[in-house]
């Protein structure tokens, strides 16, 4: 355990964390809902601090982030717990329920980072809640900060802004989940809320953060064609070049709703093009959906398949190499 920051005490030994938007009011010997903050004695503690449930070296691509250092690899790391409660959660194993974890400090996780040669960036916090595990991602994102490695954050953004700006100006890339653009759905299906979600995409944005972000199509819940305009809209009032992921829903957890079908997909595909200049398809495999297009002449500039990832079309910088137009590719 570690003491939990943005924490404040309460009467009778009670707490109230500051963390996310909930802000639980924990009584002694027991959790907020993120299961992991937890109050001893009148005093909130960050229980899974430096415990890791998985570790892998993925590629960055199956973050997903596909404009930043494409075809190299991450280590990724991931605890126990999470502040919201997706009735799909395809992660429930670790986020909903207890995992067999390992302790795995700071020093150490930077090290093993290093380790794994020119091909791997740096660090990304992901599979459960990374902000629940807010302060080990602090202490280790200012360390691999100092030794040149890059942190990527994949989270569902439910933060409040004071704690989200400290951790920020160590954080490279963002993977944000918008679960969907419809406050009824946040409250009914994830137990919590659209708009803090938002502010964070807009405060990592402003920041000058590398930004992409994810939605999980469901059929029949979050896919009607007025969705997925309002939320291609709104992003690109913040920037037609922020990356959008529409990843296909498979039945899991607690929600037994068929596959989001192809056609659903590819629909809502061209409805955000009309908006973004970069949409992907996740999860499914789709003629187009995965590769990078030039937004001005429609070359290829990124080719993703079973064979690798191929920088094809553009420069070190990220220009198209037929228009010229500067990209927001980080190669």
Known sequence: MKLALYAEPLSDDKVQCHLCPHGCRI??????ICRVRVNKEGTLYAANYAQVSSLALDPI????????YPGKDILSLGTVGCNLKCSFCQNYGISQEDAHTRKLGPEQAVRLAKEQGPSCIGLAYTYSEPLMWYEYVLDTA??????????????????????FKELLPFIDAMNIDI???QEDYYRRICAGKLAPVLETVENAVAAGCHVEITTLVVPGLN?????????????????????????????????????????????????????????YIGNAAADGGRDTYCPSCGAILIRRS?????????TEDGTCQHCQTKTNLII
Request: aromatic share 8%.
């Open 27 to 32: 009584s002694p010997g027991q959790s907020g």
């Open 306 to 314: 079973s064979l690798g990832i191929q920088v094809m079309g553009c």
């Open 223 to 279: 896919d009607s064609p007025a969705e997925i305009k309002a939320l291609a809209g709104w992003i690109a009032e913040l920037s037609p070049t922020i990356p959008l992921h529409l990843s296909r829903y498979f039945p899991q957890y607690k929600m037994d709703l068929p596959p989001t079908p192809l056609q659903t997909l590819k629909q809502a595909l061209n409805i955000s093009r009309e908006k973004l200049n970069y949409v």
């Open 142 to 163: 200012r360390q691999a900060k100092a030794a040149g490695l890059k942190n990527v954050l994949v989270t569902n953004g439910f933060i409040q802004p004071e704690p």
């Open 61 to 68: 691509e199956k973050k997903p982030l596909y404009h930043f």
């Open 179 to 181: 679960k969907s653009f």
